[in-house]
Every structure is written in C-alpha cells, then in structure tokens.
C-alpha cells in the first residue's frame, strides 16, 4: 500500500521561500499516479494548490499560487517537490500531499481529492 511522507515546512518570514517534499513509500515509483498538495488551514476549507500527472507532467495550479509555487518530481518519479516563493501569511496552514490514479491534475486540484493521504507538514509564516 502506497505512503506518502511529506517534509520541509517550518516557520519563515514573509518573502521567505521554502521547498516541501512528498516522498512514497512501499512502491519504486509514482508513474500511474496524479500527486498534489493541498493546504489545509483552521476555518478554512481545504485548497488544492498545485497538482501533477507524473508520467505526462501536466501540472495544475490554484489561482491564489499561481507564479509563485512551482510543483516537480524527481529524476526516479519516487518524490514531488511544492517550491514556494514570496511567502505570505495566508500561505499558513498543513501541507499534505495526496496520491491519486485515473484523474487530471485539475480535476485532482478543483476536487480536492486523492486516494492516498501524507500526514502534512506544518508551514508558518511570519509577518
């Protein structure tokens, strides 16, 4: 059964640029799979921010990140990367990463949906 572990998150200032990870376990690679990340935040509905076919490398992003996260895979298609850049304050909240065969990345991102669920990593940001 497919894992998902994510990493990277922390605490930054505004403008601040951070990379997040998702790594997969129990399987050698993600090629059947659509990965995205999703931000989850108190009294807020959860987002798809940025997703990923990663046999086509089709990506999809939310309007609010748009031009400033940029979503990758690695050379063995085993991790997906969520840089993000200039930092705000409302970027705050759970990164988790998701895992999600037969759909686009849109459909993914606008759904908010995947089969596979990582436990998240916290990202702060300071004003």
């Known amino acids: 059964q497919l894992r998902l572990v994510e990493s990277g998150g922390g605490l930054v200032q505004s403008g601040g640029s951070l990379r997040l990870s998702c790594t997969a376990h129990?399987?050698?690679?993600?090629?059947?799979?659509?990965v995205g990340w999703f931000r989850e935040a108190p009294d807020k509905e959860r987002e798809g921010v940025a997703c990923?076919?990663?046999?086509?490398?089709?990506?999809y992003y939310a309007d609010s990140v748009l031009g400033r996260f940029t979503i990758s895979k690695d050379k063995v298609w085993n991790t997906v990367y969520l840089e993000i850049n200039n930092l705000k304050p409302e970027d705050t909240g759970v990164y988790r990463c998701?895992?999600?065969?037969?759909?686009?990345?849109?459909?993914?991102?606008?759904?908010?949906?995947?089969?596979?669920w990582g436990q998240g990593t916290q990202v702060t940001v300071a004003s």
């Open positions: 129990e399987i050698t690679s993600l090629a059947l799979y659509a």
């Open positions: 998701a895992a999600l065969t037969q759909f686009t990345p849109r459909a993914m991102c606008v759904e908010k949906i995947g089969d596979f």
């Open positions: 990923l076919s990663i046999y086509e490398g089709d990506a």
